[in-house]
């Protein structure tokens, strides 16, 4: 079965970090590029940080340059989230996606409506409390 499958959210306090895993099943993640999204009700999702699964160009949002650092472990098949500095605006549902026809930033910051990635796990919640 094809998937992707994410872990590692939780709850933390300001100031705190948190590591999220978005491990591929049944695929590589050489072909793709791999996103991290979040969506708090009401609000639409959005790119948080991106990376692509072969040279490993990656891309930030403003809102977590510097605190966040996404990266691929290529034996796994698997992409991190490092968020570092949390804060409590970051608290959300955190999703990952693949990919396959765009790179970096347009994965991360360009949604068209109705496009369809190719792929998307099943989320998992960050709550940060102040």
């Known amino acids: 079965q094809l998937r992707l499958v994410e872990s590692g959210g939780g709850m933390v306090q300001s100031g705190g970090s948190l590591r999220l895993s978005c491990e591929a099943s049944?695929?590589?993640?050489?072909?793709?590029?791999i996103g991290w999204f979040r969506q708090v009700p009401g609000k639409e999702r959005e790119g948080v940080s991106c990376?692509?699964?072969?040279?490993?160009?990656?891309y930030y949002a403003d809102p977590v340059k510097g605190r966040f650092t996404i990266s691929r472990d290529y034996a796994k098949d698997t992409i991190y989230l490092q968020m570092d500095s949390l804060k409590p605006e970051d608290t959300a549902v955190y999703y990952c996606a693949a990919d396959s026809s765009r790179r970096v930033r347009a994965t991360c910051a360009i949604i068209p409506l109705g496009y369809q990635y190719d792929y998307w796990g099943q989320g998992t919640q960050v709550t940060v409390s102040s």
């Open positions: 990376i692509h699964g072969r040279d490993g160009e990656t």
């Open positions: 049944g695929f590589t993640l050489d072909y793709y590029t």
